[in-house]
C-alpha cells in the first residue's frame, strides 16, 4: 500500500479523547490524545488493508476525496506543503 496522507481532527469527550479522520468516516479513542491518535491509524490501516485485499482501495480513495501526487495518496482537505523557492541575491 502507498503511503496516505490524511486529516486527523481531534476533541475531547469528558474524560477521554477522540480522532477522527473526515475523508475516511473514521475515529478513534483513548484515554490521551496521543492514544486516539494510535488507535485511528490502526483504524485505519486495518480498513485500508481490507480495501486492498478486496481491490477496491483506489476508488475508495478517489470517493473519499483523495488524488495520487505520485508519490503519495493525498487527501483534498489537507493542503500540501509548499514547494521550496529558491531566490538568488
Not at 514547494?83 to 541575491?89: D, G, K, Q, S, Y
Request: with cysteine; hydrophobic share 40%.
Amino acid at each position: 500500500m502507498d503511503k496516505i496522507v490524511y486529516q486527523i481532527e481531534e476533541s475531547r469527550e469528558g474524560q477521554h479523547f477522540l480522532a477522527y479522520c473526515p475523508e475516511l468516516v473514521i475515529t478513534g479513542f483513548g484515554d490521551s490524545a496521543a492514544e486516539a491518535r494510535s488507535s485511528l491509524r490502526a483504524e485505519i490501516a486495518a480498513y485500508l488493508e481490507d480495501c486492498e485485499t478486496l481491490g477496491i482501495l483506489d476508488d475508495v480513495l478517489i470517493d473519499a476525496g483523495f488524488y495520487d501526487n505520485d508519490e503519495v495518496w493525498m487527501s483534498s482537505l489537507v493542503t500540501p506543503p509548499k514547494e521550496p523557492r529558491i531566490e538568488f541575491l
